[in-house]
């Protein structure tokens, strides 16, 4: 399994070392980690634990506060790129955005940025910025944070059929129950990802330290209702897509 979604904080570190991470994914099978968080030395912290299997993201937030603002933050965009041109992130984000703010020029700027650098961009955001983004830039590669704000299987698809051919994923987050209450899989979620094999990938989104501390509990609960599906849909949702969406990344790694 390859976590497409999780966050490493300060206060997070506090709490759970490197080495707990890296324990906690080999203990739950989990092949690679997705993480972003503030401030970005602590995931730059944890990817040099384990710089094969931690994929790190740019987190743009200057403390807690930031998901609010950012987008109203005109000299972000060049923080963010002389950021960048340290280290060997994979992507930017997580980005927290809603409609009303599509049209941030900030965010504009991110987006370009992002496609200019060939690093995924991961929102959290109604359907109208995913829209926005491709607007933006149409070879943007956009990871869509817990199957959107409006998690419903036709909205979802939806979108995923506005935007067929281009490098969209969706990530299923935090999201299980509403999936699968009680562990069974919803027949019209399954009819959604055997629609789009290639475009839905799992992940457990560390929000919390005691998320940190339930990670295997987590994973376990993902991988039963993975489980039901075809051995082929199973793998792409486990780990083939999300190693599509970051092949870049991994390709400069090998």
């Known amino acids: 399994m390859l ?10 570190a506090e709490a759970v070392s490197p080495r707990e991470v890296i324990a906690a994914l080999d203990a739950a099978k989990v092949s690679h980690l997705v993480v972003s968080g503030t401030p970005w030395d602590a995931v730059l912290g944890l ?8 994929i790190p993201l740019l987190g743009v937030y200057a403390n807690h506060l930031g998901k609010a ?9 060049a923080r963010v790129e002389a950021r960048l041109a340290e280290g060997a992130w994979a992507g930017i984000g997580e980005l927290h955005l809603f409609a009303r703010d599509a049209d941030s020029p900030v965010f504009a700027a991110l987006v370009r940025m992002a ?17 926005r983004a491709f607007e933006i830039a149409p070879d943007v590669r956009v990871l869509w944070a817990h199957l959107g704000t409006v998690p419903t299987p036709g909205l979802v698809g939806r979108t995923l059929e506005r935007h067929a051919g281009r490098a969209l994923w969706v990530d299923t987050s935090v999201r299980d129950e509403r999936i699968a209450p009680d562990g069974q899989l919803l027949p019209e979620w399954r009819a959604l990802f055997e629609a789009h094999p290639e475009r839905f990938v799992v992940a457990v989104d560390t929000f919390s330290t005691n998320r940190w501390k339930n990670y295997g509990e987590v994973v376990a609960t993902i991988r039963a209702w993975v489980d039901t599906l075809s051995p082929e ?4 949702m486990l780990w083939r897509n999300a190693e599509a969406l970051f092949e870049p990344w991994l390709r400069g790694r090998r």
């Open 3 to 12: 976590d497409a979604h999780s966050h490493y904080t300060a206060g997070n």
């Open 47 to 54: 990817h040099e634990q384990a710089p094969d299997r931690v």
């Open 69 to 77: 603002m950012w987008m109203h933050d005109t000299d972000l965009p």
């Open 115 to 131: 496609a200019d650098n060939d690093l995924m961009l991961l929102i959290h955001g109604d359907a109208a910025v995913i829209d």
């Open 233 to 236: 849909l199973r793998e792409r």
